[in-house]
């Protein structure tokens, strides 16, 4: 079993949907959590930075991380065509990152 | 301010030939990883840098991978002799270090190996 599952999709929404991605880990000495988003042939690029239980918005984006339930969601508001890329989520044990597999998100205009 | 720049953005190579990445991390930052991302899948650590000392080193495949950051700063990863499982994408990201530390990336190197 992985650490860190995360369905891959793909996912597609139309455009102005509200999205949610998810991400379940196994191991509860997982301190930090972030979502990063992947376009086509770029590198990752981080979205949200989170290390406690709750909320944290930026903008369309909100984080949620419940450490209970060893479970974390990035929901997206008003989705637009440009938000069309990978999510990954990942987190962070001692100076070790580990990462899912990544969900493919289409939003369709 | 420059981001983590990697290059060869592309790079097909024969098997059984060698091949060299070369990562800039962003300036003054300590950390620097270098990322093996197969199509579909998470980044999975090779190597992590603390400063000019590799300090996790377990995922690279001693064989045929070697790695340095002379000088703590830029790095280069090297594979001999490539084989065909190897062709993926190579991503280094650095970052400052700490417990809030936060990676960026680079674009990735693009292996092709036939």
């Known amino acids: 079993q992985k650490e860190v599952e995360q369905d891959p999709g793909p996912l597609s929404v139309p455009e102005g949907a509200i999205v949610s991605l998810n991400c379940t880990y196994s191991?509860?000495?997982?301190?930090?959590f972030m979502w990063y988003r992947q376009y086509s042939r770029k590198g990752p690029e981080l979205l949200m930075y989170?290390?406690?239980?709750g909320n944290k918005e930026d903008g369309r984006f909100t984080a949620q991380v419940d450490k209970s339930s060893k479970y974390i969601s990035l929901f997206i508001r008003d989705s637009q065509p440009s938000d069309s890329a990978t999510y990954l989520c990942?987190?962070?044990?001692?100076?070790?990152?580990?990462f899912g597999t990544g969900t493919s998100l289409t939003v369709i205009p | 301010e420059a981001g983590v720049v990697q290059s060869p953005r592309y790079k097909i190579i024969e098997k059984k030939q060698p091949v060299a990445f070369w990562c800039n991390p962003i300036?003054?930052?300590?950390?620097l990883y270098w990322y093996l991302q197969n199509l579909g899948q998470g980044p999975e650590l090779l190597i992590r840098?603390?400063?000019?000392?590799?300090?996790?080193d377990s995922q690279l495949p001693k064989d045929r991978f070697s790695a340095e950051r002379l000088k703590g700063v830029d790095s280069t990863l090297k594979i001999q002799p490539a084989e065909l499982g190897d062709s993926a994408v190579y991503l280094c990201?650095?970052?400052?270090?700490?417990?809030?530390?936060?990676?960026?990336f680079g674009p990735g190197t693009r292996l092709t190996v036939t």
């Open positions: 840098y603390e400063n000019e000392e590799a300090v996790d």
């Open positions: 990201a650095s970052s400052l270090g700490g417990s809030l530390d936060e990676q960026y």
């Open positions: 989170t290390y406690s239980s």
């Open positions: 990942a987190m962070k044990r001692g100076n070790q990152f580990y």
């Open positions: 300036s003054g930052h300590n950390t």
């Open positions: 191991n509860s000495a997982f301190q930090y």
